[in-house]
């Protein structure tokens, strides 16, 4: 119906940058929110940043000034560029999209995940 694929995900030292990917393939007739969470070793999986299709953003207060998502709707593609990155961004990156398959009702559809480790 819906994949996500990630990409961009690796090892950083403090004050770095990455860039993460996540482009949706499948039998699309819509995509409505894309956005990633992140999740570390024995915690929730938190929210870090939302888009819409217009192009709204939403942030973690723990990322604004730091992190920029953006979206090219052409194709289906979510993008998080990660600047000034910490040893406590340390995660995996899962992104997600609010898709609504052709023939099949919406719902939400995630990324396998990309692991971000940034060294101190």
């Known amino acids: 119906q819906v994949q996500l694929v990630e990409s961009g995900g690796g090892l950083v030292q403090f004050g770095g940058s990455l860039r993460l990917s996540c482009a949706a393939s499948?039998?699309?007739?819509?995509?409505?929110?894309m956005g990633w969470y992140r999740q570390a070793p024995e915690n929730q999986r938190d929210l870090v940043a939302t888009i819409t299709i217009g192009r709204s953003t939403n942030y973690a207060d723990s990322v604004k000034g730091r992190f920029t998502i953006s979206r090219d709707n052409s194709k289906n593609t979510v993008y998080l560029q990660m600047n000034s990155l910490k040893p406590e961004d340390t995660a995996v990156y899962y992104c997600?999209?609010?898709?609504?398959?052709?023939?099949?009702?919406?719902?939400?559809?995630w990324g396998q995940g990309t692991q971000v480790t940034v060294s101190s």
């Open positions: 997600y999209a609010d898709a609504r398959p052709r023939g099949y009702a919406r719902g939400i559809y």
């Open positions: 499948g039998t699309i007739a819509s995509i409505n929110d």
